[in-house]
């Protein structure tokens, strides 16, 4: 059943995550003097420990940072496709597989992430002070969420089949654990810890390097010492786009978040209507369909894109053009296929003016299943997602940097307010990204109902391969009946489910008062002073 939340507000600093243990940790380091930015940090690591379903040191992050000169810029741990990734290793195959070895088959650039982001801050807390908190979890353990446990119940056979801690891990008593049940992890303290002592750096160059490079080979994942060794974190320039409402930030290829950009402005163009209407839901639908079929496109490893991102978002006649497509009382067909993932979004504003978006995943539930026995790092399998072809979109190459659906999202309103916000979701955090600002800066709904509020999303979710409108209940009665009758193959989908993501959002107003909120749909919490 869920939650009921309402709007948290203070003014010396304020946290939003998917688990409540991990916002406390976030404000801690907010009342001990760090940044923003640093509470990021040690609420990252913390959800790698509490919330491991959905997150972990084996996979991917990125960050926009909103500085308190105003400057905004971003992070991206996103690792690439192992040397030995090629498509000769995947002879026989059709696709990547999902699940094992083979889907292992790109670096981790979380811990890099963390690594330029405390890089860029004048005066970091130490490394061990961030990482205390999640170490003090992993040993004496955490209880186990409802969330986890139905994951870990439905997936479990294909996760425990793999090589690896897996089942010693998630599953010591011979079966999958139960909520309430407690999980300890001593594998991957020990790995925080000596991330605490030696510095990240380690994990890509050192002892603890090698630890992991050992692991992947035995367990016959491709990536090895000398792609970890290879690895760096990025620093692109987010992309924008200039709206009425201000201007809205989100991360640069591979990610998605040029998709994210293009729903909110390609419906401010095409004019929605009141919110929690027909026209609101089916123009920022419409307005997604348009966005999808650009990013399916076009969207990827930069170094292999052909067209432009930030020039589209910079082009006003296209970006009318593509508005125009939209029919403001018929839906287009949609037979597109789509992108999975679970996600962590998480954020925080300190006093000093401070905003962080960040997120970061494993890409499906525990990653590619595949449990590190010497370090309890669970490894992603992102470059599941990479398409066995010689050339064209997403295509398997040594070095190539997977499509990323993770995409924080930042925006700089024209009243002053800055707004960090963001969801897990996959092919759904575009969506739910543009139903809580529109409706929360648009409409002027209130910032948690504007996240508890009925949500809809287009596309698959997990393990379903359906291209329905997916919508919860509700929503007015007759808001459904309007989009059936505009061609929209409506599914409903019952009350408030984590099908639609974990949102969460803070804003920090012009005079410095900060509000958040989390999603009842999730684990989450909001901690504020």
């Given at each position: 059943m869920a939650r009921t939340l309402h709007t948290i507000s203070g003014r010396g600093g304020i946290v939003t995550a998917p688990h409540y243990l991990a916002a406390e940790v976030g404000l801690d380091v907010l009342k001990e003097g760090g940044s923003a930015a640093q509470a990021t940090i040690a609420v990252a690591a913390t959800l790698a420990v509490v919330y491991p379903h959905m997150t972990g040191i084996g996979g991917d992050g990125f960050w926009l940072i909103r500085a308190s000169d105003g400057r905004v810029h971003g992070v991206h741990g996103v690792g690439g496709a192992a040397q030995a990734a090629d498509l000769a290793l995947y002879a026989g195959h059709d696709t990547v597989p999902w699940r094992g070895p083979l889907a292992a088959n790109t670096v981790a650039g979380t811990l890099s992430a963390w690594q330029a982001v405390l890089a860029s801050e004048p005066a970091p807390l130490p490394l061990a002070r961030l990482l205390a908190p999640a170490i003090a979890h992993a040993e004496a353990g955490v209880a186990v969420t409802a969330g986890h446990a139905a994951l870990a119940l439905a997936k479990g056979p294909e996760l425990r089949a793999q090589?690896?801690?897996y089942a010693a891990t998630f599953e010591p008593d011979g079966r999958p654990l139960r909520a309430g049940d407690v999980l300890r992890q001593p594998a991957l303290a020990q790995t925080l810890r000596r991330l605490a002592e030696a510095g990240i750096e380690d994990f890509y160059t050192g002892a603890l390097g090698d630890l992991v490079a050992a692991d992947l080979a035995a367990l016959g994942s491709p990536v090895g010492a000398v792609d970890l060794a290879a690895h760096c974190a990025l620093r692109p320039a987010p992309l924008s786009v200039a709206t009425r409402a201000g201007r809205l930030y989100n991360s640069a290829p591979p990610t998605q978040g040029v998709a994210s950009l293009l729903i909110l402005a390609l419906a401010e163009q095409a004019d929605c209507g009141p919110g929690e209407s027909f026209g609101h839901v089916h123009t920022l639908v419409e307005a997604t369909k348009q966005a999808f079929l650009w990013r399916d496109a076009h969207c990827g490893d930069p170094a292999y894109m052909a067209r432009d991102a930030q020039g589209l978002l910079d082009d006003a006649d296209a970006r009318a053009a593509m508005a125009a497509q939209i029919d403001p009382a018929r839906a287009l067909p949609w037979p597109q296929p789509s992108?999975?993932?679970?996600?962590?979004?998480?954020?925080?504003?300190?006093?000093?003016?401070?905003?962080?978006?960040?997120?970061?995943?494993?890409?499906?539930?525990?990653?590619?299943?595949?449990v590190l026995p010497q370090t309890g790092i669970t490894w992603q399998n992102r470059g599941a997602s990479f398409r066995l072809a010689e050339t064209g979109w997403n295509a398997l190459k040594p070095g190539r940097k997977p499509f990323h659906t993770l995409n924080p999202a930042l925006a700089k309103l024209t009243d002053g307010r800055v707004m960090a916000y963001g969801t897990m979701g996959g092919e759904g955090q575009p969506q739910t990204q543009a139903a809580l600002f529109s409706r929360h800066v648009w409409h002027g709904m209130d910032l948690q109902a504007a996240i508890s509020a009925p949500r809809w999303l287009l596309g698959r979710t997990w393990g379903e391969d359906s291209t329905t409108l997916k919508i919860e209940d509700g929503f007015d009665p007759a808001v459904y009946a309007a989009l059936e009758q505009a061609g929209h193959v409506v599914e409903r989908v019952g009350p408030l489910t984590a099908m639609m993501g974990h949102a969460g959002a803070v804003v920090r107003e012009a005079d410095g008062a900060l509000y958040g909120a989390t999603d009842p749909r999730s684990d989450g919490g909001v901690a504020v002073w």
């Open positions: 090589p690896g801690a992108q999975w993932g679970d996600t962590c979004w998480f954020g925080a504003a300190d006093a000093q003016g401070q905003v962080v978006s960040a997120i970061q995943s494993t890409y499906f539930e525990f990653g590619s299943g595949l």
